[in-house]
């Protein structure tokens, strides 16, 4: 060790081809990219990693691949970097190892693989170069880790921000909702009074009054559920009998243009929910798919059991558990949601409509709702055809709903 000091360089025996023979069978087995080159930069061996990070496989049998197999190389920072100014070359001329080296492998068809290497010079028995040996990292995965822990750590801040703002809203819409009711007391003994003075327009003008007052009232409820500041009661609920209770308000709410059908599974399992929540819930989502259908058509809401496991359920949430599931779905074949704006549907206060026609909370609400009962909740929809929700709630017991007839008079689950 005394003729070979640290950070040297390794030095090879005398008998070279068996050292290459011998090297390159060992370095097949890593699992980390490996290659050498001799001393004139030339590569001579590598092994399957190495050519899967260059996303090839050089010839180097004529001696014209130098320093690495790489299409390219690129600086951490992605400027292009020379071959004979790169520190392969360098390494060659130092005699010097260089560790924990970032760069960026360029491949032909335009990828790049982020790598760190390791480049060690080969000495011979004098102490001559005689090559360089490079280890290099696929650093993809490493990247693809550190930017999962960054999104969960920056999704667990937004969380926190977002219970302290719940919090602190809660309080402040008790507080507006304790003037709203003083304001619709005040409102409701002044519509005598406007009535008997029989001036249409003030009539009009307290109508107005009263609308908004009603519908600000609206608004302060619904941030009192999304901030969670009320006590929940489960119940044990047949969904069938649900939605067929729900027939006439469902009905109402469609109107003349647009047909209402009920598909309800006769083995439909019961669920365990908050019955005001899980009616609210389903009404949000049949008013959404009325909008969505202005000029007619049809809304479907069926129930079915399902085995959701994560191999077949891939868009589950955190509290996702495998096991039995019944389903609530509400199809429309509405004007359907652009994809762009799909993925921001659960936001508070988004809302694809005009101004005035929605608050933007309620599918907001709806997922809020649904995670607390453990369930989950997934929208597919394509412009033009339509928009599909479904909810997700674990069975709850082994009883099934009883065979039940339609609104629309088919035998559910036709």
Same mark, same amino acid.
């Given at each position: 060790m005394a003729d070979n000091p640290l950070g040297a360089g390794l030095r090879l025996p005398d008998d070279v081809p068996l050292v290459r023979k011998l090297g390159h069978e060992l370095i097949e087995f890593l699992p980390v990219g490996v290659y050498l080159c001799n001393a004139a930069g030339q590569l001579t061996t590598y092994n399957s990693k190495a050519a899967e990070i260059w996303g090839e496989a050089p010839d180097?049998?004529?001696?014209?691949?130098?320093? $690495?197999?790489?299409?390219?190389l690129r600086s951490e920072d992605g400027a292009h970097m020379p071959l004979e100014?790169? !520190?392969?070359?360098?390494?060659?001329?130092?005699?010097? !190892?260089? $560790?924990?080296?970032? +760069?960026?492998?360029?491949?032909? #068809?335009?990828?790049?693989? !982020?790598?760190?290497?390791?480049?060690? !010079?080969?000495?011979?028995k004098d102490g001559n170069m005689v090559g360089f040996m490079n280890s290099i990292q696929d650093l993809r995965q490493h990247a693809a880790q550190e930017q999962l822990q960054n999104n969960l750590h920056n999704a667990l801040l937004q969380a926190q921000k977002m219970e302290q703002i719940g919090k602190v809203g809660g309080g402040v819409v008790h507080e507006f909702t304790?003037?709203? $009711?003083?304001?619709? +007391?005040?409102?409701?003994? +002044?519509?005598? =009074?406007?009535? #008997?003075?029989?001036? =249409?327009?003030?009539?009009?003008?307290?109508?107005?009054?009263?609308?908004? $007052? =009603?519908?600000v009232t609206q608004l302060a409820e619904g941030l009192l559920l999304f901030a969670r500041t009320r006590p929940r009661t489960l119940e044990r609920i047949d969904p069938n009998q649900l939605l067929l209770g729900m027939s006439t308000l469902v009905s109402n709410e469609a109107g003349q243009q647009i047909h209402c059908q009920f598909s309800l599974a006769t083995d439909s399992s019961f669920l365990r929910a908050n019955r005001q929540h899980l009616e609210s819930a389903i009404i949000n989502l049949v008013t959404n798919a009325c909008a969505a259908m202005p000029d007619g058509g049809q809304l479907t809401l069926s129930t079915f059991n399902i085995h959701l496991d994560r191999s077949n359920f891939p868009q589950h949430n955190a509290n996702f558990k495998p096991g039995r599931y019944v389903v609530i779905r509400i199809e429309d074949t509405g004007t359907g949601i652009a994809p762009e704006a799909l993925e921001h549907i659960f936001a508070p206060f988004y809302t694809t409509r005009a101004i005035g026609k929605s608050t933007g909370l309620g599918l907001t609400m709806v997922r809020s709702f649904v995670t607390d009962m453990n369930g989950q909740l997934t929208v597919t929809s394509r412009l033009g055809e339509g928009t599909s929700v479904s909810l997700y709630f674990p069975c709850y017991g082994t009883e099934h709903s009883l065979a039940i007839t339609g609104s629309d008079g088919t035998s559910a689950g036709e």
């Amino acid at each position: 060790m005394a003729d070979n000091p640290l950070g040297a360089g390794l030095r090879l025996p005398d008998d070279v081809p068996l050292v290459r023979k011998l090297g390159h069978e060992l370095i097949e087995f890593l699992p980390v990219g490996v290659y050498l080159c001799n001393a004139a930069g030339q590569l001579t061996t590598y092994n399957s990693k190495a050519a899967e990070i260059w996303g090839e496989a050089p010839d180097v049998s004529q001696g014209k691949v130098k320093y $690495t197999g790489a299409y390219r190389l690129r600086s951490e920072d992605g400027a292009h970097m020379p071959l004979e100014q790169s !520190p392969l070359a360098a390494v060659l001329l130092s005699k010097k !190892p260089i $560790t924990n080296l970032r +760069m960026i492998v360029e491949r032909r #068809d335009g990828s790049q693989v !982020p790598i760190l290497a390791n480049i060690v !010079p080969l000495l011979g028995k004098d102490g001559n170069m005689v090559g360089f040996m490079n280890s290099i990292q696929d650093l993809r995965q490493h990247a693809a880790q550190e930017q999962l822990q960054n999104n969960l750590h920056n999704a667990l801040l937004q969380a926190q921000k977002m219970e302290q703002i719940g919090k602190v809203g809660g309080g402040v819409v008790h507080e507006f909702t304790n003037q709203l $009711t003083s304001l619709s +007391m005040s409102l409701a003994l +002044m519509e005598k =009074e406007i009535h #008997d003075a029989g001036s =249409e327009q003030l009539q009009a003008r307290y109508a107005l009054c009263r609308e908004a $007052t =009603e519908k600000v009232t609206q608004l302060a409820e619904g941030l009192l559920l999304f901030a969670r500041t009320r006590p929940r009661t489960l119940e044990r609920i047949d969904p069938n009998q649900l939605l067929l209770g729900m027939s006439t308000l469902v009905s109402n709410e469609a109107g003349q243009q647009i047909h209402c059908q009920f598909s309800l599974a006769t083995d439909s399992s019961f669920l365990r929910a908050n019955r005001q929540h899980l009616e609210s819930a389903i009404i949000n989502l049949v008013t959404n798919a009325c909008a969505a259908m202005p000029d007619g058509g049809q809304l479907t809401l069926s129930t079915f059991n399902i085995h959701l496991d994560r191999s077949n359920f891939p868009q589950h949430n955190a509290n996702f558990k495998p096991g039995r599931y019944v389903v609530i779905r509400i199809e429309d074949t509405g004007t359907g949601i652009a994809p762009e704006a799909l993925e921001h549907i659960f936001a508070p206060f988004y809302t694809t409509r005009a101004i005035g026609k929605s608050t933007g909370l309620g599918l907001t609400m709806v997922r809020s709702f649904v995670t607390d009962m453990n369930g989950q909740l997934t929208v597919t929809s394509r412009l033009g055809e339509g928009t599909s929700v479904s909810l997700y709630f674990p069975c709850y017991g082994t009883e099934h709903s009883l065979a039940i007839t339609g609104s629309d008079g088919t035998s559910a689950g036709e």
